[in-house]
């Protein structure tokens, strides 16, 4: 079963990761700006975190932009694409 993207975030942050509240809203901002599924908008955190080691609100923006612009439909598409960009 695919995880919202706040069951998405409750999961990282049991992980150990801690966002900000700033970088949540930010993420929802994304989310509403592209209206990307929560299936992308989870995979551009995912590469977010991957790619820089921490949440970066502008990088995640972009990734999120160009997920969804580029028509990649699942979590597995992302993250090849991910590769094919030498982002991991």
């Known amino acids: ?3 919202t ?3 998405f975030l ?3 942050e049991n992980k150990g990761f ?3 509240e700033d970088a949540i ?3 929802y901002f994304g ?4 209206d990307a599924p929560d299936e992308l908008v989870n995979s ?3 590469i977010t975190l991957k790619a820089q080691k921490q ?3 502008s990088f995640y923006m972009s990734i999120l932009e160009r997920l969804h612009s580029q028509n990649i439909p699942s979590r597995k598409e992302a993250l090849r694409w991910m590769v094919n960009q030498g982002l991991a």
Not at 31 to 34: D, E, M, S
């Open 1 to 3: 079963m695919k995880k």
């Open 18 to 20: 801690k966002f900000q």
């Open 10 to 12: 409750i999961d990282l």
């Open 55 to 57: 949440f970066d609100s």
């Open 25 to 27: 809203g930010f993420i």
């Open 31 to 34: 989310k509403k700006y592209t």
């Open 44 to 46: 551009a955190i995912e």
């Open 5 to 7: 993207t706040e069951e």
